[in-house]
Structures are given as C-alpha cells and as structure tokens.
C-alpha cells in the first residue's frame, strides 16, 4: 500500500430540497468547487477526485481542477444509497484499474462547503498518530441533547434515554452529559475499514473537535443556502480583515 491520500468528494445529480444541489452557487462558485479548491489548497492530498453520475457536475468538476476518471453508476446515484458503497465503488476502481490504493481517503461534503484552513492537515496527523483508529470524523458539541429528547407512547411523552435516578428532563444542559454531533464538515478513513470491514466509519473513530460553529453548515433545504451565503460573505469579510 502506498503511502498517498486522495479526496473522495461525492456528488450526484440528484437532489430534492436544491435541485441540483452540488452546482448550486455561493459566493458564485458552484458548491462543489469550494471543496475542490479546499482540497487542492493541501499539499498533503495527492489527488482530488469527484464520484458523479452527472455529466454537468463532471464537467464542473474538472473545470475547477478535479478529476473525474470514472462515473458513478446509476444505483450508487439513488436517493437512500448510504456512503458506503459509494467508497467501496471509488475505491474498487482505482485499485483494479490503476493499481493505485491510497493510504487514507479524505471525504468533502459539497454540501458542507465552510471549513477553516489547516483541517485536512490537522485530521491526517491525528490519523498517522493513532493507527488503531478506522476513521476521523469531524464533530461539534451539541446544544440538542439526547436527555431532553422524547418519544410518543401510546399517545404520551416518554423519555428518549434515561439517566438513572434523575430527571433528566428537567435540568439544565450545563449539568447533564456533553454530547457531540458529527457535522460532516470532513471524514477521513483507512481503506481497511472499507475493504475489510464493510464500512466507511470502522470501529475506532477519533473525533476531531470544531469550535467554531460558523464553519458547520450542511446545505440541504434553500434556507441552508441562504443561511451559507451569509456565513461566506462574514468569513469572506473577516479573512479581508485579517489581511489588512
């Protein structure tokens, strides 16, 4: 296995909240350019590779320095078809028709298109220092805890997880366990854990803490666009502050 990390960055053609959601514009550019860009940037990613089923988003691709050498096919393109076989596909065909198997794949959401500089770098030394770990994924802690959640039984509220002797419910977050919420911002995974264990997470997944939550975004309704528009024109603004 050669020592090499390449960016996955997955993208369809089909969407429902954004039609054609990965080509859709903030800041001009189409969504999946500002993670092509993002992975570009790294001197550590030796290639940046786009799965797509769509010619448009192919050609998109490439044109902001992608490569596309294959297209995903049209059952890896369906609506509930999870990350997985996904991967699997990518990574299947670079090793029979390449012969290329990289050491670590670097997953970028075009729909989590914010990230602050330096995470790539960040995630693969945390992976190269802990090679037990399967995956790294990029998590923030979470102001929605699962000990304020409820289900509805037989017409009534019932708790969704139980500490035991206490009621949950009704204290403050401050005092009840710190939770975290994977915000797909950036994964990173072994091919191991792909190949041998039939998964894109594994079972030892390190977590890679985000402070700030401006970066946090995931683009799934017109709402999240506006709400990312706004967010790239304060980063936009911040970093022109920064160089002044």
Not at 35 to 51: D, F, G, M, N, Q
Not at 135 to 154: A, D, F, M, Q
Request: one cysteine or more; charged letters at 25%; a negative charge.
């Amino acid at each position: 296995m050669s020592a090499r990390v390449v960016t996955l960055i997955p993208a369809r053609g089909g969407s429902k909240g954004i039609p054609r959601k990965n080509i859709a514009l903030l800041g001009g550019k189409p969504l999946i350019a500002h993670s092509i860009a993002y992975s570009l940037a790294c001197p550590l990613v030796e290639r940046t590779i786009v799965s797509t089923d769509d010619p448009e988003i192919a050609e998109a691709a490439r044109s902001f320095g992608a490569e596309v050498p294959f297209m995903r096919p049209e059952e890896l393109a369906r609506d509930h078809v999870q990350d997985y076989p996904v991967f699997r596909h990518a990574l299947e065909w670079l090793r029979d028709n390449e012969r290329f198997v990289p050491e670590l794949v670097v997953q970028l959401r075009p729909t989590s298109p914010l990230r602050p500089a330096g995470l790539i770098e960040e995630g693969l030394k945390l992976m190269r220092a802990h090679p037990e770990a399967d995956c790294l994924r990029t998590v923030n802690e979470s102001v929605i805890t699962p000990y304020k959640l409820w289900n509805i039984e037989g017409g009534y509220l019932a708790p969704f997880v139980r500490l035991d002797g206490v009621e949950s419910w009704n204290m403050s977050r401050q005092l009840l366990p710190k939770v975290y919420w994977h915000n797909g911002v950036l994964d990173i995974v072994r091919p191991s854990a792909v190949f041998e264990k039939n998964s894109v997470s594994g079972d030892v997944i390190l977590p890679l803490m985000m402070r700030d939550p401006i970066y946090s975004i995931d683009i799934d309704r017109p709402i999240d666009l506006l709400v990312a528009e706004a967010a790239y024109s304060q980063l936009s603004n911040r970093d022109n502050k920064e160089k002044t």
